[in-house]
């Protein structure tokens, strides 16, 4: 495109390079009182100092019941990354449990970090090539499904036309239990950290520093490999 896309310029450097993307959830109670409560969780989960997204998002979710964003089903949309998502869906699951509130069903959209490929929108800032394959979401799929998610689907189209696009999502229903937590600590870590890294393999250089402090972070159980950086003024001289 001779403007960039808003992927190209601000979502995806800014955001879906760091990780963050639409989280989302529904109160299946159906209460709205069981909504207010998870906006207090969630907002407490995030540290608006850490961050401008999460600035952002904090100022977001305290306000999202003044601003009246519920149409019909409770729900709430929150743009988080990786970890946040791993500690607010803990947390949720921790309120069922203890019946502060109802069951809560996890997702988020596939205009995100690792569902989708499509590369008119979702993959539009990854510039070595593999923007125009179907891995990541293929595999984003197929790891949810095998970590154990309520609920996974594998579709095409979405936002661009039938067949210009790959997109995956997932649903995880909180009931309170164990099983759950041992559920979202292994597929919420994948689910968005499959894109962050494929984004860090293209040399986006916000994907490679979150790629390098989760490495340090969660060294005992993941190890996301990084690129090795070529000298661009080597290639320059060689002509290539």
């Not at 760091?18 to 909504?35: N, Q």
């Not at 998002?57 to 988080?80: F, H, M, P």
């Not at 539009?124 to 593999?130: E, H, L, M, P, V």
């Amino acid at each position: 495109f001779i403007w960039p896309s808003y992927v190209e310029d601000i979502m995806g450097p800014e955001l879906f390079d760091y990780g963050f993307g639409p989280f989302r959830w529904i109160c299946l109670s159906g209460k709205h009182e069981d909504l207010i409560k998870t906006d207090k969780a969630a907002m407490d989960c995030i540290d608006p100092t850490e961050s401008v997204q999460n600035h952002d998002n904090w100022l977001w979710i305290r306000d999202a019941e003044k601003n009246a964003l519920v149409v019909g089903t409770q729900a709430r949309i929150l743009y988080q990354d990786a970890e946040g998502r791993l500690k607010i869906a803990l947390k949720f699951n921790e309120m069922v449990r203890n019946g502060e509130v109802g069951p809560i069903m996890l997702g988020r959209d596939h205009h995100d970090v690792s569902g989708t490929d499509s590369p008119f929108r979702e993959t539009a800032n990854i510039k070595d090539g593999s923007n125009i394959t179907a891995d990541m979401a293929t595999q984003c799929f197929a790891g949810n499904c095998a970590r154990g998610m309520s609920l996974v689907a594998l579709h095409n189209g979405g936002g661009v036309g039938i067949g210009k696009s790959i997109n995956g999502g997932f649903g995880m229903v909180c009931d309170g239990s164990e099983r759950v937590d041992d559920i979202v600590r292994s597929a919420m870590l994948w689910d968005v950290m499959g894109g962050v890294a494929r984004r860090a393999w293209a040399r986006n250089p916000n994907a490679m520093t979150t790629v390098d402090k989760f490495n340090k972070k969660y060294s005992d159980d993941y190890s996301i490999t990084m690129p090795y950086l070529v000298d661009d003024e080597l290639m320059k001289d060689l002509g290539l």
